[in-house]
């Protein structure tokens, strides 16, 4: 299988997941998941899915990525949140 083919494929399943999501209203990651595990389990994926240690790797390294940004954004959301209760008190 061509690499260039694999590449246009995952691009064309994102592109898909961002248009679902603009529309929908829905977390782009979500549909993403959602969309891989549809077209993951179609008959005769793997004509055009193919899963090779490249994407494999990308696969963990955004999902990592993913995880710290999440928590980062927590704990941001805690602290912003108490500064605010004590800016609320202070009046």
Not at 60 to 66: K, N, P, Q, V, Y
């Amino acid at each position: 299988m061509n690499v260039y083919w694999v590449a246009a494929a995952w691009m064309a399943l994102a592109l898909a997941a961002s248009l679902i999501s603009i529309r929908t209203g829905i977390a782009v990651a979500l549909v993403e998941i959602v969309l891989a595990a549809v077209v993951g389990n179609l008959p005769g994926h793997s004509s055009f899915i193919v899963q090779t240690d490249f994407t494999n790797f990308l696969a963990t390294l955004g999902s990592a990525i993913l995880r710290s940004y999440s928590e980062t954004a927590d704990l941001i959301r805690s602290k912003v949140s108490r500064r605010s209760e004590n800016c609320s008190l202070s009046f």
